[in-house]
């Protein structure tokens, strides 16, 4: 049992230091400015354009669940025209940048995985070092390039969709008054409250596209090791998102002083 439990610490200790130099490596390639700019636009497409649908419907029903759901209670006290702050607020802080991240992460995080799992499997990584292209340079940093340039870009969307259509059930289908709920919602939503979310789904695009990397550049041989490899990309991308935004939410808050 005790052996167990070491080997399972050496192993986390030595996934942790091979993402360390992944992201020495991307560093260095990014500062050196070795971007394949055609790929970069690409992976803005295929992270960004093609992650749009299922963004928009998960913030649109977000934010129609969470307007209802603060209708509800709010209503007992007679508080209905505050609805759409609560709903700003917390697609702005928490829901937006949360739910973005993870259904993205489940989407492109298992396709960056995959598809480099197969590469390393067919040896076309080992064929581009023999080349003498670096596998970071072609790879790596223009996935993540993308994911940090199209997350924010995705978070406001789903922020943006998600509030309006919480105000359209909120006025349209519950008959809170629309010019009260609306000014409620601008006065208690700040600036600092979308900064914040902005700035976790710059973070969390970044996560996505490195653990998925990762998993792919360290897969095992096999059909089963590009399978396993997509499976451990989803999961621990979407459970270092969850533990990050804890942690960011309360350094956001106490650096941009909320």
């Known amino acids: 049992m005790h052996l167990s439990a070491n080997k399972r610490a050496t ?23 070795k971007i394949s700019w055609r790929d970069l636009l690409y992976q803005i497409y ?28 709010f209503h007992k006290v007679k508080m209905d025209t505050a609805t759409l702050a609560v709903v700003g607020v917390s697609l702005c802080d928490e829901l937006g940048p949360v739910l973005t991240a993870l259904m993205v992460a489940g989407r492109v995080g298992a396709a960056i ?18 080349l003498a ?6 790879l790596v940093v223009p996935r993540i390039g993308a994911s940090f340039i199209a997350l924010p870009l995705l978070t406001m969307e789903a922020i943006a969709l998600g509030i309006g259509a919480s105000y359209l059930v909120g006025v349209e289908l519950l008959g809170i008054d629309p010019v009260y709920s609306w000014d409620n919602m601008l006065h208690f939503t700040h600036d600092v409250d979308l900064a914040i979310g902005l700035t976790k789904a710059f973070i969390y ?12 550049l360290t897969c095992g041989l096999g059909a089963e090791g590009v399978g396993r490899a997509t499976t451990e990309a989803v999961v621990y991308a979407s459970i270092t998102i969850l533990i990050t ?8 808050s106490r650096l941009l002083g909320q």
């Not at 986390?12 to 991307?26: C, F, H, S, T």
């Not at 292209?133 to 072609?138: G, I, M, N, R």
């Not at 695009?205 to 792919?216: E, P």
């Open 113 to 130: 995985a995959a598809e480099i799992g197969t590469m390393r499997v067919t040896e076309q990584i080992d064929a581009l070092r023999t």
């Open 205 to 216: 695009g970044g996560i996505i596209a490195l653990i998925g990397c990762h998993r792919g």
């Open 245 to 252: 935004n804890f942690f960011l939410t309360l350094a956001l």
């Open 133 to 138: 292209t670096h596998p970071v340079d072609y």
């Open 11 to 33: 192993y986390a200790l030595a996934e942790l230091g091979q993402i360390a130099l992944l992201i020495r490596d991307v560093g260095a390639s990014a500062l050196t400015f």
């Open 46 to 73: 295929f992270i960004g354009v093609k992650s749009q649908t299922v963004v928009l419907v998960t913030g649109a029903f977000t934010g129609m669940v969470l307007g209802a759901q603060t209708y509800f209670q």
